[in-house]
C-alpha cells in the first residue's frame, strides 16, 4: 500500500507541478501580450492625439499689421497654452512657443504681421494648355524587330516621368523635334539627356529596327496637357492664381514640369452630375485663337497654377473685388461658392464642416459640402472642372475648391486662399 503510495506521488505529482507551471506560464505570457496591446494603444492615441493638435495649431499665422486680438486667443484650445512670445525681426515677425498642458513642449509658431489683402475674384471656367519643359516619358515599350523577337531597348534605362531634354547634343523641346531626330537614326548608340526628379541624368539607349525597317527606342511620350478649370483670383498688376492644385499626368502622376502655357476663355458644353462613386465633370470647349486668350501661364506648383494676365483681358471674365481672409478667421458653417456651371458665374450656398489650420497637404484644408439645391440639381455637388471656384465666407475670399469626394459627391476639399497666395513668384504685391 505505501509503495502504491508512493509510486502515485513519484508519478502524479511532478506531472500535475509540470502542468501547473506551464499553466501559469500561459497566464504570465497572456498578461504580457495584453499589456503589450494596451501600450500600442496608448502610443497609438497619443499619436492620434499629437496628430490632431499639430492640425488645429499652425506653423505659421499671418496676422493684420497693426492687429490688437492676441493669438493666442484666436488659437485657443484647452490642450494648449502659449508662452510669452520671442522677437525674432525687426518687421514685427515673432515666435511663440506652446506647449500641451501647459509642461510638454510642442511647437513654436512663426506669426508675421502683413497688410490685408484685396483680389478680384473670378469664379469664370478658364481653359488650359501646357507645353512641358522637355518631352514626357509616359511608359516604355516593345518592339517588334525584323528579327520578329520583341526587345525594349529603353527598359530599365529610361523611366516613366523623365524628361527627355536632348538627344545626341541637341535639344528637343517638343514631341515633332524628336520623331524628326529618330527618323534620323542609323541603328548607332543614341545618348539622351533626361530630367528624372529634378536631376540631369545622360543615359546612353541602342534603337532597335522594327518590322517596317525604322529604327524606334521604345518609349510612349507627350509634350503637351489641355483641360478646363475654374479661375480663382485675379490681383490688381494681373497676377492670376487657378485651381488650387497642381497639374500632374494621368499617366505618371507627376507634377508637370512646364516650360509655357496659355490660359483661355472657354465655353461650357455639358455637365455630367456626380454620384456615390462616380465623380462628375464639367465638359468644355477650348477655342485656341488669340481672340480667347486671357494669359500667360508660367508656373505649375502643388498650390495651382499661377501666371500674368493683361487687366483688360481680365475684363471678359467676371469678377468681383473682395478681401482675402487669413486662414485663422475661416470657421466653420455657412459659406459660398462662386463657380460657372451653365455659361453664368454665379454664387452657390454651401458649408464649411472641417478646418484643419495645419494639414500636411495644403490642397486637403477644409471641408466643404454643397447645399444649394440649384447646384445640386445641376452637378450633384462639386465635380471635374470646378476646381479653383472661389470660397467665400462672411464677405471675403476663404478659399478655393480642389477636390470631390468620390463616395460623396456634395463635398469636397479645399485650400486656403493666404496658402495660394503664399506662392513664391506670386505674392501679393
Not at 92 to 117: A, E, H, M, R
Not at 250 to 274: F, H, K, M, N, P
Amino acid at each position: 500500500m505505501r509503495k502504491g503510495i508512493l509510486s502515485y506521488f513519484l508519478f502524479f505529482v511532478p506531472k500535475i507541478r509540470k502542468k501547473g507551471w506551464i499553466e501559469m506560464n500561459r497566464r504570465k505570457k497572456y498578461k504580457i501580450f495584453i499589456l503589450c496591446w494596451l501600450a500600442l494603444d496608448l502610443m497609438t492615441m497619443a499619436w492620434l492625439g499629437y496628430r490632431y493638435l499639430d492640425r488645429q495649431i499652425p506653423d505659421e499665422l499671418q496676422i493684420s499689421r497693426g492687429e490688437t486680438v492676441s493669438v493666442s486667443a484666436l488659437l485657443d484650445h484647452p490642450l494648449v497654452s502659449f508662452e510669452e512670445a520671442i522677437e525674432v525681426s525687426a518687421d514685427g515677425s515673432y515666435t511663440l512657443p506652446c506647449k500641451i498642458l501647459g509642461y510638454i513642449p510642442f511647437k513654436s509658431i512663426k506669426v508675421t504681421p502683413v497688410d490685408d489683402k484685396a483680389v478680384y475674384v473670378s469664379g469664370s471656367t478658364v481653359g488650359i494648355y501646357l507645353r512641358t519643359r522637355g518631352v514626357l516619358v509616359v511608359d516604355t515599350g516593345e518592339i517588334q524587330s525584323q528579327s520578329g523577337e520583341t526587345k525594349e531597348p529603353s527598359k530599365g534605362i529610361v523611366k516613366p516621368g523623365d524628361y527627355i531634354l536632348s538627344m545626341n547634343e541637341e535639344q528637343i523641346k517638343d514631341k515633332k523635334e524628336l520623331i524628326r531626330d529618330l527618323d534620323e537614326l542609323d541603328g548607332t548608340q543614341v545618348q539622351l539627356e533626361l530630367n528624372r526628379e529634378g536631376e540631369i541624368l545622360p543615359v546612353s539607349v541602342t534603337p532597335v529596327k522594327d518590322s517596317e525597317g525604322a529604327y524606334k527606342l521604345g518609349l510612349w511620350v507627350r509634350d503637351d496637357t489641355q483641360g478646363i478649370g475654374t479661375l480663382t483670383y485675379v490681383d490688381e498688376q494681373g497676377k492670376y492664381g487657378a485651381l488650387g492644385h497642381g497639374i500632374s499626368d494621368v499617366d505618371t502622376a507627376g507634377l508637370l514640369d512646364i516650360q509655357e502655357g496659355t490660359l483661355y476663355q472657354a465655353q461650357i458644353l455639358a455637365v455630367s452630375r456626380g454620384s456615390r462613386g462616380n465623380p462628375g465633370e464639367l465638359a468644355g470647349m477650348i477655342r485656341y485663337d488669340n481672340s480667347n486668350v486671357l494669359g500667360s501661364i508660367q508656373e505649375n506648383c502643388k498650390n495651382g497654377i499661377y501666371g500674368q494676365m493683361d487687366l483688360s483681358d481680365a475684363q471678359k471674365l467676371s469678377l468681383v473685388k473682395m478681401p482675402v481672409a487669413h486662414k485663422q478667421e475661416i470657421e466653420t458653417g455657412p459659406a459660398l461658392i462662386r463657380c460657372s456651371v451653365d455659361g453664368h458665374v454665379k454664387e452657390y450656398e454651401a458649408q464649411i464642416k472641417r478646418i484643419d489650420l495645419n494639414h500636411e497637404d495644403s490642397n486637403k484644408s477644409f471641408i466643404l459640402q454643397v447645399t444649394d439645391e440649384e447646384l445640386l440639381e445641376k452637378t450633384g455637388g462639386v465635380v471635374q472642372g470646378m476646381s479653383g471656384s472661389p470660397v467665400i465666407q462672411n464677405g471675403k475670399l476663404a478659399g478655393a475648391v480642389t477636390h470631390v469626394f468620390v463616395q460623396d459627391s456634395t463635398s469636397g476639399y479645399g485650400i486656403f486662399a493666404e496658402t495660394m497666395m503664399e506662392h513664391e513668384n506670386y505674392k501679393m504685391t
